[in-house]
């Protein structure tokens, strides 16, 4: 069974950082490319960045561009995202996401439960 | 970047009945498009992909069609456990969008 676990989130001020990661399990983590989306409270989601199987290949939306990074790391079967220069409307609810295979694969076909990232002063 | 909008925001229905949900997309997104569940305090769960291609475990009562920019979900009967929103989402052009979503209620 697919699984997906995210952690890292937490409370940080404005302007600070969080990294947070997704442990998955399940399946064959190497051959999926993997994304983030995020839900601010009581809001729609929002696609916020993704990565191929290999890892060369990221991209980002412009909301996020220049402030965080997405990465894997394969022998560990983790996606991790590291959010720097946090702004107050970075505040929501962070899905890891796992891509389906083929010519497909910009669709998301299995979820983490999130991790809740808040950026107050 | 390719704007979704979904309608009604809200579906009022009863179980047994039929709903559709209507995703327009602001140019073609090419059947690029995919449809997802969302129940209160869960993730959202993938049901439809490439228009009309039933994600894995799925049951028959969902479907999709359309083509260009108007997209349909339909829901042939509706079941207690379909009370919940509803999101398309393009993949024809990055960055990846999601529409407003619909919420289906009892």
């Known amino acids: 069974e697919v699984h997906l676990l995210e952690s890292g989130g937490g409370l940080v001020q404005p302007g600070g950082s969080l990294r947070l990661s997704c442990a998955a399990s399940?399946?064959?983590?190497?051959?999926?490319?993997m994304g983030w989306v995020r839900q601010a409270p009581g809001k729609v989601l929002e696609w916020v960045s993704g990565?191929?199987?290999?890892?060369?290949?990221?991209k980002y939306a412009d909301s996020v561009k220049g402030r965080f990074t997405i990465s894997r790391d394969d022998s560990r079967s983790t996606l991790y995202l590291q959010m720097n220069s946090l702004r107050v409307e970075d505040t929501a609810r962070y899905y890891c996401?796992?891509?389906?295979?083929?010519?497909?694969?910009?669709?998301?076909?299995?979820w983490g439960q999130g991790t809740l990232v808040t950026v107050s002063s | 970047e390719i704007v979704l909008t979904q309608s009604p925001a809200t579906l009022s229905l009863s179980p047994g009945e039929r709903a559709t949900l209507s995703c327009r997309a602001s140019?073609?997104?090419?059947?690029?498009l995919a449809w997802y569940q969302q129940n209160p305090g869960q993730a959202p769960r993938l049901l439809i992909y490439?228009?009309?291609t039933r994600a894995t475990g799925i049951p028959a009562r969902f479907s999709g069609s359309g083509s260009g920019t108007d997209y349909t979900l339909t829901i042939s009967s509706l079941e207690p456990e379909d009370f919940a929103v509803y999101y398309c989402?393009?993949?024809?052009?990055?960055?990846?969008?999601f529409g407003g979503g619909t919420k289906v209620e009892i």
């Open positions: 996401a796992r891509r389906l295979l083929g010519p497909s694969a910009s669709y998301f076909d299995n």
């Open positions: 399940g399946f064959t983590f190497s051959n999926y490319a």
């Open positions: 990565i191929n199987g290999d890892g060369r290949d990221t």
């Open positions: 140019q073609s997104v090419s059947s690029n």
């Open positions: 490439d228009a009309s």
């Open positions: 989402q393009q993949r024809r052009n990055w960055p990846l969008t």
